[in-house]
């Protein structure tokens, strides 16, 4: 089972100062921060998977890449753009999330296979429309029109990529996107996309999906799966049906979530092999908008705020050398919290973080290094390097399935 994980431009400085918490003033940001792939000493996934929509910029707003970086892509090609070693593989896609809302993809297939074979990607995903709707029942008299439209047009689309893509057939895999509602709509379009030629099927649309319904799609589709089909499951974990996805031809998928769980999650922000915990939160008087505002207003003290801030940061570096107890970093949370008003009370949660510690047992490269910086959730470089950490664990709990 192969995971891709999703670029979205995020890198970490190396050379960051979390004592000060300042960027180096030599710091070159394309060439000295470093992604994921880069900073751990396992690999951290096995491939990468590029959207145009990320990179080009899209109706919804703006991409993640600058012109100059964009450039450099398609100049480079996508292996030398990531500093990719050996061995991980390459998928672009359209990110057709990116233009759900649109009546059509904004894309032509010239368009897609000169991103695609322009950047060098091993293997790229045809046009596709996304169904928002999934309704085991409708036939495809009984569905939403809007629903077998969209279906129509991902296989028009999927019919003139791949009689597009033959010229490059040496060096690139052309991938057929299925789109459905349905068990058997997802399996009428997997039937039709092998007739056409495809060997690799990516599964869209199931993002929304109960596992449960994931899983009576994959029922449905082994009914016309012809053997050496590949599924992937685009922007799906469920690592606790992964075993069972695989029994069905799924051998790839691709997801953001462990990463962003670490900074965008209520809860589970540090993952673990067997658990998740809460990130302790400290966030910087300077970069937090409403405690400025109280500030300004009279109702915090300034100088209280930052001493807190600096007193609870303090104390949670000297909980790993035994000068604190937890209660002492406890109480100063507890601290932070009333003078920096937050709304939400984590401290319950954070007594059971620090208490299990994790970041003390884990073997990645990052948690080795950082040691007890890597739970503060504070800021873009710790909190992304704790999402690279959760990749690291999202490969290990791979890496321990029945099925690869
Ligand atoms: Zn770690």
Redesign the pocket.
Known sequence: MKFYFPDSQDLVSPSYDFIHDEYSPLRVRQRDDKYAHEVLGERPYDGMLVSKAIVDGSVKGSGKYSEPQRARLYRLGVKRFFRLPEGIATLGDCGAFNYVTEAEPPYTVEEVLDFYVGCGFEAGVSIDHIILAYDSAASVATADPEWTRRQAISLEFARRFWDASQQYAKHFVPVGSAQGWSPASYARSVAELQEMGYQRIALGGMVPLKTRDILDSLHAIDDVRVPGTELHLLGITRVEAMDEFARHGVTSFDSTSAFRQSFMDDRKNYHTEQAEYVAIRVPQVDGNPTLKRAILAGRVSGREAIATERETLHRLRGLESGAYSISDVLETLADYERVSQSKNRYLQQYARTLSDAP?RD?P?S??RKHGVE?IIFRGTERNKRRGF?NL?VLERKMRNLQYR
């Open positions: 970041w884990c990645c990052l948690c890597m950490h690291s």
